[in-house]
């Protein structure tokens, strides 16, 4: 948004900026921000930044944890939600020394490096990202998780749950049947068409927003291509929008992949091409689906590692409830060509050169985007390198709904990790194709895989309700 500190100053002054947030990923996916008044901004914060404890963002050990921040100016947006007016901006984790060096666990540095190792390879020059958001809006949320009590709470005015509700007015939303329903069923139309102008307002493009599957609110928003750290950028934007438009209407947002039993669950399905010289590297209008032979290999990098990615692109134990058969969640590592059910699907609609990729449908929005996307491209790329071919490999094309295939050829497919610890497993064991070119620091995959299989353990040992009916009279 701004090239340099004076146009920076001048705009604050201009517009009376009264304070500046800067927003800090961590290493889960979560932003973190600290605020200063606008007077307190200088050319030093710029060159010196804003000194944190690295610790509390998940990265560095405590002993080794202060770092500093420096805000990158092309990332500014206003925030909308913020009483004071209020310009936000991205900053970036340095260590600490003279001159200060870029930290190496800072997922954004990871993006940005990802991009540069696609140019070193001479394949290409640009990584084209398009994510379509999944997410539901709840109008009340409740939950306890203490020694004598484990429950959750969710309420959805539009649900066919309240269909019995004393000020229900009979328009609800059956089980599974939300998708693109019109008013008056659609109660959350106007949140989701505020939320798409907040984004157009801060640089987002929308294509579209529609009430999706999930009965219970579930929602989806799609926005324009753009570059792989460009899109993490507004990935995170977006839900920071998202949440606190929702919020401040006095409803939650989730992204949560799996937060009603027996309903569709929240995908982050994401859309990829390549371009060299501004040229559509993905097209070849006499191979597959109008794909080319380096768009084949892409897709076998991606369906090769397709198990250790879901260790990063589907990091919660929440993921593993989503991804199973039956509710358009991909379980099935393989591609066709507008197939909802296989893991990688070729969009039918994308005819032009400029337009030809496909869509990873496994990925969800626990995931950090930084790490997601990244790795996704250092996937592909190892395919591109090592000419992984996926028909070869056996992964398709498969043109047909894989949920009916005759059991003998269902066996023939392999699927995705069914938990987390499975996903860590494979993540482990399979990540050269990250490490390489120094893009994912090695100590740091060897730090995610810790601090998630914590997270899967103490899941893993919480008593739940559904045991309680299985076993307490046994």
């Given at each position: 948004m701004f090239e340099s500190y004076e146009i920076l100053k001048r705009y604050c002054l201009?517009?009376?900026?009264?304070?500046?947030?800067?927003?800090m990923i961590d290493l889960d996916g979560r932003w973190r921000h600290l605020t200063i008044p606008a007077e307190r901004f200088t050319e030093k914060t710029l060159t010196g930044g804003i000194g944190f404890d690295g610790s509390n963002y998940g990265f560095a050990p405590t002993e080794k944890s202060d770092m500093v921040f420096i805000p990158d100016l092309s990332s500014a947006f206003y925030d909308p939600f913020?009483?004071?007016?209020?310009?936000?901006?991205?900053?970036?984790?340095?260590?600490?020394?003279?001159?200060?060096?870029?930290?190496?666990?800072?997922?954004?540095?990871?993006?940005?490096?990802?991009?540069?190792?696609?140019?070193?390879?001479g394949a290409a020059d640009e990584v084209r990202i398009g994510p379509e958001f999944e997410f539901f809006v709840f109008d009340g949320v409740k939950y306890e998780l203490k020694p004598d009590k484990v429950s959750f709470e969710l309420d959805s005015y539009q649900s066919e749950w309240n269909s019995g509700r004393e000020d229900s007015l009979g328009f609800k939303v059956p089980l599974k049947g939300g998708y693109h329903v019109d008013a008056p069923f659609?109660?959350?139309?106007?949140?989701?068409?505020?939320?798409?102008?907040?984004?157009e307002e801060r640089g987002v493009k929308v294509k579209y927003h529609h009430h999706e599957v999930?009965?219970?609110?579930?929602?989806?928003?799609?926005?324009?291509?753009?570059?792989?750290?460009?899109?993490?950028?507004?990935?995170?934007l977006i839900k920071h929008i998202i949440k606190n438009a929702a919020f401040r209407a006095g409803k939650s947002a989730t992204f949560m992949p799996k937060p009603v039993f027996g309903e569709a669950g929240n995908g982050l399905h994401v859309h990829i091409h390549l371009f060299k010289d501004g040229e559509p590297v993905f097209y070849d209008a006499k191979g597959y689906s109008g794909l080319?032979?380096?768009?084949?290999?892409?897709?076998?990098?991606?369906?090769?590692?397709?198990?250790?990615?879901?260790?990063?692109?589907?990091p919660a134990t929440n993921s593993y409830k989503r991804l199973v058969p039956g509710y358009e969640a991909p379980v099935n590592i393989c591609f066709g060509t507008a197939n909802?059910?296989?893991?990688?699907?070729?969009?039918?609609?994308?005819?032009?050169?400029?337009?030809?990729?496909?869509e990873y449908?496994?990925?969800?929005?626990?995931?950090?985007?930084?790490l997601a996307y990244a790795a996704m491209l250092m996937a592909g790329i190892d395919g591109i390198k090592n000419k992984i071919d996926p028909v070869k490999e056996g992964f398709g094309p498969y043109d047909v709904n894989l949920y009916k295939l005759p059991?003998?050829?269902?066996?023939?497919?392999?699927?995705?990790?069914?938990?987390?610890?499975?996903?860590?497993?494979?993540?482990?064991?399979?990540?050269?194709?990250?490490?390489?070119?120094?893009?994912?620091?090695?100590?740091?995959?060897?730090?995610?895989?810790?601090k998630k299989r914590n997270a899967a353990r103490s899941v893993n040992l919480m008593p739940h309700p559904a045991e309680f009916g299985l076993y307490y009279d046994l």
């Open positions: 201009e517009n009376e900026v009264k304070m500046i947030d800067f927003k913020s009483t004071v007016k209020t310009l936000c901006m991205i900053g970036d984790i340095f260590v600490i020394g003279n001159p200060h060096k870029r930290f190496d666990q800072d997922p954004r540095a990871i993006a940005i490096a990802a991009e540069e190792y696609l140019k070193s390879t659609d109660v959350l139309y106007n949140l989701r068409s505020e939320i798409c102008m907040l984004l999930g009965a219970p609110g579930q929602q989806e928003i799609e926005v324009e291509f753009g570059g792989l750290t460009e899109m993490a950028d507004k990935t995170m080319s032979k380096t768009a084949m290999y892409f897709m076998g990098g991606i369906l090769r590692h397709a198990a250790s990615l879901s260790g990063i692109m589907n909802r059910s296989s893991v990688i699907r070729i969009p039918d609609y994308a005819k032009r050169p400029e337009d030809k990729r496909f449908r496994a990925g969800d929005g626990t995931a950090n985007p930084y059991e003998e050829e269902k066996k023939k497919i392999k699927s995705l990790p069914r938990s987390l610890d499975e996903a860590l497993d494979a993540l482990e064991a399979d990540n050269d194709y990250l490490t390489a070119g120094g893009v994912f620091p090695k100590h740091l995959i060897e730090i995610w895989i810790e």
